[in-house]
């Protein structure tokens, strides 16, 4: 399966900014993870994070043309407010999964919106960084070895 992992703003920094919310696990632990985990499975995988809006949606975009079957997305801040992200989430019709790394329901009260999610297949929240293997195994079928 060809899958598209996208990050947003300050994803980035994970290790560095605000360890206690985030981990101490830094943004190359994050890709090594996925990238080992999709190669032992035979999955394609692409990994991309930007701070800029316009530069997500273009990789979402250019996900539509280049076949790509699943995408997992961290949309960062652009979750509580991005409707150019959620119309282009929507405009190409592949199944996405929503993934935050913390708990967002337990934390600022602007947090607990995200104008994504409703265009997304489900979210993973809360689970760390294997929040996106979750999302993985959803996305590749994966999960239904174990029911």
């Given at each position: 399966?060809k899958l598209?992992?996208?990050?947003g703003?300050?994803i980035?920094?994970l290790?560095?900014r605000?360890?206690g919310?985030?981990?101490?696990q830094?943004?190359?632990?994050?890709?090594?993870?996925?990238?080992?985990k999709?190669a032992a499975?035979?999955?394609?995988?692409?990994?991309?994070?930007?701070?800029?809006e316009?530069?997500?949606?273009d990789?979402?975009?250019?996900?539509?043309?280049s076949g790509v079957?699943?995408?997992?997305?961290n949309?960062?801040?652009f979750?509580?407010?991005?409707?150019?992200v959620?119309?282009?989430?929507?405009?190409v019709?592949i199944?996405?999964?929503?993934?935050h790394i913390?708990n967002v329901h337990k934390?600022?009260?602007?947090r607990?919106?995200?104008?994504?999610?409703?265009?997304?297949?489900?979210?993973?929240?809360?689970?760390g960084?294997?929040?996106?293997a979750l999302?993985?195994?959803?996305?590749?079928?994966?999960?239904?070895?174990r029911e």
């Open positions: 399966m598209l992992v996208l990050n703003p300050n980035n920094f290790g560095i605000e360890k919310i985030y981990g101490t830094d943004y190359t632990y994050l890709e090594k993870l996925l990238k080992d999709a499975e035979g999955h394609a995988l692409e990994i991309f994070q930007s701070n800029c316009g530069a997500l949606i990789k979402i975009q250019e996900a539509y043309h079957e699943g995408i997992i997305i949309p960062g801040a979750t509580h407010y991005s409707y150019a959620r119309d282009a989430l929507a405009s019709q199944p996405v999964i929503e993934v913390s934390r600022e009260e602007f607990h919106v995200s104008v994504t999610a409703p265009v997304c297949v489900g979210q993973v929240v809360g689970l960084l294997p929040g996106y999302a993985m195994d959803y996305l590749t079928g994966h999960w239904n070895s």
